[in-house]
Nanobody
Framework: QVQLVESGGGLVQAGGSLRLSCVASGRIYSINKMAWYRQAPGKQRELVASITNSDSRDYADSVKGRFAISRDNAKNTVYLQMNSLKPEDTAVYYC?????????????WGQGTLVTVSS
């Protein structure tokens, strides 16, 4: 089992920055993908950014050039640096851990951290 704990959310003005962190603990499978999703009120959860253990990264079009995902494998931690924040970035941000293997891959979620961007 894997547990994820997010931190770093809060209230920020438009144009500001925040950095989210997510620490994974438990039985970490070395070949994995960690990601940030977000869910705004009344909307579906959407992928923001992902990064594999081999540092392959992917971003939603809406955050390209503004957000940067990174990870520290030694600390089992993934980060999301969010710059030039917009009111439409307001959402609960969730950390996700997914094992990249065929047999019984684990898919774990954090509890979420709220990001509010004021205009």
């Amino acid at each position: 089992q894997v547990q994820l704990v997010e931190s770093g959310g809060g209230l920020v003005q438009a144009g500001g920055s925040l950095r989210l962190s997510c620490v994974a603990s438990g039985r970490i499978y070395s070949i994995n993908k960690m990601a940030w999703y977000r869910q705004a009120p009344g909307k579906q959860r959407e992928l923001v950014a992902s990064i594999t253990n081999s540092d392959s990264r992917d971003y939603a079009d809406s955050v390209k050039g503004r957000f940067a995902i990174s990870r520290d494998n030694a600390k089992n931690t993934v980060y999301l640096q969010m710059n030039s924040l917009k009111p439409e970035d307001t959402a609960v941000y969730y950390c996700n851990y997914r094992e990249l293997r065929y047999f019984n891959p684990l898919d774990a979620w954090g509890q979420g951290t709220l990001v509010t961007v004021s205009s």
